[in-house]
């Protein structure tokens, strides 16, 4: 799972807001829900919990945050709806007790903006998200970065549309949408153990870390949380400055090899675009 990520992410809000006298409230609040949720700050992998106490009653919210999914399991619509409309992203469970949990709801009331209540569907800004983890995922994905074990690129099978990454394979499904579909967990179980004969013989032996698919899964909930508002802008400048770095390794090669006075009876902007492209294909 993105454990890993998270761990890091709070060791930095920690470490950033470790202040002289917190209130114990605020420090479980800082230790246990920052990496999630924001009280007024929009909504992150969570909601803003700004006001939840005005949405909520207590006893609801000290069940939901010791065990989200057994509320869930008990038939509760409220709990169940909420889950759904985070994609089916499951809250993980806390051992707080209720006095601990009340301790937070204390904190979140206290600096919750007043008469202000939160925007629940907010579009997540992708930088919030750790920008850090997004380019490792994107890296890795489109394989710029080596996996640890050495499995293979995920692009030279699948493709994924956004701005920021060359179009991929098409021999396995596109996963613009894959965190739609399978959620954030699901992707990365998919990805630790393929359930898909080709896909399992590409990672056979050379398992992802938990932090390459943490990464991995965070870049592909960012490209599908924006994959409506993207458009070509740059698509073409790209694909222009790949040809032409494809033509200038092309010429290069071909004068190395001393045959650059021949004629010329390839057409070297398809020709590298096609290597580009075959490269792409290659199933490792
Ligand atoms: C790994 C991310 C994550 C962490 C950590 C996390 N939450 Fe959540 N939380 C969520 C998600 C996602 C939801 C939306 C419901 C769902 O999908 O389960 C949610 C929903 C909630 C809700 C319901 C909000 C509403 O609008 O009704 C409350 C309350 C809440 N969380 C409190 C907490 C508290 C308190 C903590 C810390 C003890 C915490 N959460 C830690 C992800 C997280
Ligand atoms: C050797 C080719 C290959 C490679 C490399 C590969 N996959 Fe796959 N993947 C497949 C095949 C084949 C399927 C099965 C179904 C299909 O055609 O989409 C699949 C399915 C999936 C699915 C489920 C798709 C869905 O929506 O049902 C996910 C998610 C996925 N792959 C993620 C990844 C990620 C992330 C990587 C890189 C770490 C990766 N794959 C690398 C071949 C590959």
Not at 35 to 56: E, F, K, S
Not at 243 to 250: D, K, N, R, S, Y
Request: proline share 5%; charged share 20%; hydrophobic share 40%.
């Amino acid at each position: 799972m993105y454990r890993a990520y998270l761990t890091v992410l709070l060791v930095l809000v920690v470490g950033a807001t470790a202040v002289a006298a917190q209130s114990p409230g605020e420090s479980l609040f800082t230790q246990t829900c920052v990496a999630c949720h924001t009280i007024g700050g929009g909504r992150l992998i969570g909601p803003d919990l700004a006001n939840v106490h005005y949405r909520r009653d207590e006893a609801w919210l000290i069940s939901f945050v010791q065990s989200s999914q057994s509320l869930v399991a008990s038939g509760d619509t409220a709990a169940s709806s909420l889950v759904a409309a985070y994609n089916g992203m499951i809250m993980p469970d806390h051992p707080l007790t209720d006095d601990q949990v009340r301790e937070i709801l204390a904190h979140i009331a206290l600096n919750s903006p007043a008469g202000n209540p939160p925007v629940v569907d907010e579009v997540v800004d992708p930088a919030e998200v750790t920008t850090a983890q997004i380019d490792m995922g994107q890296s890795l994905f489109v394989g710029r970065m080596p996996f640890e074990n050495g499995g293979a690129a995920c692009s030279s099978c699948h493709n994924v549309r956004t701005d920021a990454v060359m179009t991929g394979g098409s021999l396995a499904k596109d996963l613009t949408t894959a965190v739609t579909r399978l959620t954030r967990p699901g992707v990365e179980a998919m990805m630790k153990s393929p359930p898909f004969p080709a896909m399992r013989t590409a990672f056979e032996g050379k398992p992802l870390t938990e932090e390459e698919a943490a990464a991995i899964s965070a870049f592909l909930q960012v490209t599908d949380e924006v994959h409506l508002t993207q458009e070509d802008r740059d698509y073409g400048r790209t694909l222009t400055g790949y040809g032409l770095v494809g033509v200038l390794i092309v010429l290069g090669l071909f004068s190395l090899l001393g045959i650059r006075n021949t004629k010329h009876t390839v057409n070297y902007h398809i020709y590298g675009r096609q290597i580009k492209t075959r490269k792409d294909r290659q199933v490792i």
